[in-house]
């Protein structure tokens, strides 16, 4: 078992809750210092402005007492909100009503005094008549703080409304997925060869688990169409083995009463046993062809396909004495795997020689628009639509070949199927009832 460790998605979607809270929290905290900064670089701007007209006012040519000069700036000043001043002269202070009592002290900055905050700014301010004055300039920051306060009431307001919400959200989410995803899972362990043909209910499942299922469904059809086919396979298997079993047992029994009596009793039975195990060596061969399925690796090299043709006839000719095998063979080279060619080109040559009705065969190799191409044909019985259809299906075999003269597995093409399949050739046959049959070969490069 992995010892890596597993995410959870309750774990991810509470973390993900507590990062939109958080997310929130900083937010509103960012927004609250930002406009903070903002009204602070107002306030300043509001002091720097008086402190311009005051210069102004105080370096008017007209000889005035401080007092004037101080009573005409509280005139003339553009009302701001919270601007207040004062000046200090001869030892006599002038300022506004709602200055508060702050020490005439130099700075430039935001200061609190008795509770509030002020912005500030002290400094000396020349006039006209000579010399200098204390001037102080106040800026009231109650309004601004108050913004920021209410502000921060809303925030505080909106933070539990807001987990409340996200909360909502999470629950809902959480209470349709995970009971999904439990679906899911308890659909995939209950998955086994009895249950393959099972169909998934998907009433109010969100359309991504739908198409999950959707693709379940799918594996699932292909998983019954592959056990039912293997299923088949092992039947047919067992059925082609069990009658040559048989009838070797039967032969050994009469072997073991009478074969030393009866010398054409013998001879009957030991042909007969012989027959039989070279059905089976056969039989076994090709089941362990077929057992290789995907694992099938061509090793490529130079081919001469003619004289794949001859070894093959050669090695028939052995087996099926009396079949003629009429040759037209133009020397054909190819690049592909020799032995699994030979495999093919014997089956497609055996089949014809068996359901031929005894009557010579005629293969045929060449090239065709440029690619190398082998005919094999026969005079046999033909094949109708149907048998046609089933052609390559493993242990399928057409009613006029089901008979006791005619020895086969229906094998043959399955195996043809899987050699085609992994060398990228094409295979095509053509039959008609009564006619015979056309296998045509066409080496294309894959």
């Known amino acids: 078992m992995s010892s890596e460790k597993k995410q959870r998605l309750s774990k991810d979607l509470t973390k993900s809750y507590i990062l939109i809270l958080m997310a929130f929290i900083i937010v509103g905290a960012i927004v609250s210092l930002s406009t903070w900064e903002y ?3 107002e306030a300043k701007k509001d002091v720097s402005f008086t402190r311009n007209f005051l210069a102004g006012e105080f370096m008017e040519e007209e000889l005035q007492s401080p007092e004037d000069l101080f009573e005409d700036a509280v005139k003339e000043l553009p009302d701001m909100g919270g601007i207040d001043f004062g000046i200090k002269t001869e030892g006599k202070v002038y300022q506004t009503e709602n200055l508060p009592d702050i020490k005439m002290e130099y700075t430039n900055g935001i200061k609190r005094y008795r509770g509030y905050s002020y912005y500030i700014y002290n400094y000396k301010l020349p006039v006209y008549a000579g010399g200098t004055v204390d001037v102080v300039i106040v800026k009231s920051m109650h309004e601004e703080k108050k913004f920021i306060y209410h502000q921060l009431r809303v925030y505080l307001i909106a933070i539990p409304l807001m987990l409340i919400l996200v909360y909502l959200i999470y629950r809902h989410f959480y209470n349709k997925i995970i009971p999904q995803l439990r679906e899911i899972e308890g659909i995939t362990n209950s998955i086994n060869i009895d249950t393959l043909n099972i169909r998934l209910a998907r009433k109010g499942y969100y359309e991504e688990f739908d198409n999950i299922l959707s693709s379940y469904e799918k594996m699932l059809e292909r998983l019954e169409g592959q056990t039912n086919a293997h299923i088949e396979f092992v039947h047919n298997a067992s059925h082609e083995l069990k009658t040559p079993i048989f009838v070797i047992k039967g032969y050994s029994d009469i072997l073991a009463k009478w074969g030393m009596e009866n010398k054409e009793i013998s001879s009957e039975a030991v042909d007969a046993i012989g027959n039989e195990v070279r059905s089976m060596q056969s039989l076994t061969e090709k089941l362990l062809f077929l057992a290789r399925g995907r694992d099938i690796a061509p090793v490529r090299e ?10 093959v006839g050669r090695e028939l000719s052995y087996r099926y004495k009396d079949i003629g095998v009429v040759r037209d063979l133009i020397p054909v080279s190819f690049f592909t795997d020799r032995e699994l060619l030979k495999i093919l080109i014997k089956n497609i040559m055996e089949n014809a020689m068996k359901y031929g009705m005894g009557r010579d065969i005629r293969i045929e190799s060449g090239y065709k628009d440029e690619v190398p191409f082998v005919v094999v044909e026969d005079r046999g019985n033909g094949m109708t639509r149907e048998e046609m259809e089933n052609i390559f299906t ?38 008609e009832p009564g006619r015979g049959t056309i296998v045509e070969i066409l080496l294309k490069d894959n």
Do not use: P
Request: hydrophobic residues 30%.
């Open 39 to 41: 009204l602070k670089g």
């Open 302 to 311: 130079e081919v001469q396909v003619d004289q794949v043709i001859d070894e």
């Open 394 to 431: 493993e242990f399928y075999r057409g009613e006029k070949s089901r008979n006791k003269e005619t020895h086969g597995h229906g094998l043959g093409m399955s195996i043809v199927k899987n050699i085609k399949t992994a060398l990228g050739i094409e295979v095509g046959v053509s039959s």
